[in-house]
Structure formats: structure tokens, C-alpha cells
């Protein structure tokens, strides 16, 4: 992700990676924030995914007139309204790459001629964590959304493919912080 925080202290540009646990955010009165969620296996090569884990993030430096330093370069401090076109601009001059070998691995299927151990290394290095760690990111994430939205206990179990409400609980409140039942009452929660 890349996330900017605009306050009365000045602007903050934050290249985000990958969270393998609900973690709180606190989001300073007067301050604005907005960003991009990058697709799964898109990443700046200068800022690789795997050492800004859990809240690792890279602080941009910023220069007087709304500029960003990357690459020995400044760059335009983009708005919400025009982020779209700074990230674009991040691709032509190759500073936002994309793995298209990702979606492969993350859907069960092995390059060819490409051995096991080689795309779980190309993985990691794409997205910052193992594959086996996201699907237990997708699968906590789709429980939550069933729990907020009302579905009982029950139902999100098996729906979730859990083996039984105790391995739910866990799952969520490592994924969320929150209890499933916290989550059934509409407890605030958002998952990015």
C-alpha cells in the first residue's frame, strides 16, 4: 500500500506492506488520509514487501513544495482525486513493478518448468509472505465479513471452512483482535 497522511505538521508518505494480524489504527483529528492498495504482487522493488511486514513501513522523505524524494528523483505529491495517476506514473519509469506469476501461484497452479520450492520463493519476494499465510489471511477475512454481516457462529464455520467455533475464535481474534461474537453485535472494525 501506498498511504499519505496530510495534517497541519506537514505530509507523510508511507509504503506499506503486508499485515499477518489485526492490528488498530489511530487516525489523528484534522489530518487526512488517503492511499492505494496495491494488487496482490505489485510492489516497488526499492521497498521489497517482505521487510515492511507488520507495520514495517518505509517513510518516504518529502521536500518543501509538496514533493516526494524516490529514487533520487522528485516526484508530485498526488491528491486523492489524481493518486491514480502518480502510481501510473510509478510504473513507466519502472518503480512499481508487477509479478504476473503471482495470480498463478496463489491459485494452486505452478509455472512451468518452475520447481515448487522456486515459486514459493517467488511468491514471498512478490508479496511479502508466504502463500499459505495469505489464504489464512483470505479465509479469516471472509469470516469476518460473514460474522459482520449477521450470519451466526454457526454458519460462518462451515461456511469459513473451520473445523469447529473454537478454531474460528482463534482465527479472528488474531486476524481481527475481536471475538466473532464482537463481531456479530457490529462492533467498528475495517479490514483493509
Not at 66 to 94: C, H, S, Y
Request: neutral net charge; charged residues 25%; contains cysteine.
Amino acid at each position: 500500500m501506498l498511504a499519505f497522511a496530510r495534517g497541519d505538521d506537514g505530509v507523510t508518505v508511507h509504503v506499506r506492506g503486508p499485515e499477518t494480524r489485526g492490528t488498530s489504527l489511530t487516525c489523528l483529528e484534522g489530518w487526512e488520509f488517503f492511499g492505494v492498495d496495491l494488487r496482490l504482487g505489485a510492489y516497488l522493488p526499492l521497498y521489497p514487501p517482505s521487510g515492511l511486514t507488520d507495520l514495517r513501513d518505509a517513510v518516504l522523505p518529502t521536500l518543501p513544495g509538496g514533493k516526494i524524494l524516490l529514487d533520487n528523483r522528485d516526484w508530485e505529491m498526488p491528491t486523492a482525486q489524481n493518486v491514480d495517476v502518480f502510481v501510473d506514473r510509478l510504473v513507466r519509469a519502472g518503480l512499481l513493478f508487477f509479478d504476473p506469476l503471482v495470480d498463478e501461484i496463489r491459485h494452486g497452479e505452478r509455472p512451468r518448468g518452475m520447481s515448487e520450492r522456486m515459486a514459493q520463493i517467488r511468491f514471498r519476494r512478490a508479496v511479502g509472505i508466504s502463500h499459505r499465510k495469505l489464504a489464512s489471511i483470505e479465509q479469516a477475512r471472509h469470516a469476518a465479513q460473514l460474522l459482520t454481516a449477521g450470519s451466526s457462529i454457526a454458519d460462518v464455520v462451515t461456511a469459513g471452512g473451520y473445523y469447529d467455533q473454537s478454531q474460528l475464535a482463534r482465527a479472528m481474534r488474531w486476524a481481527t483482535g475481536h471475538t466473532p461474537g464482537e463481531l456479530r453485535s457490529g462492533i467498528p472494525f475495517l479490514a483493509l
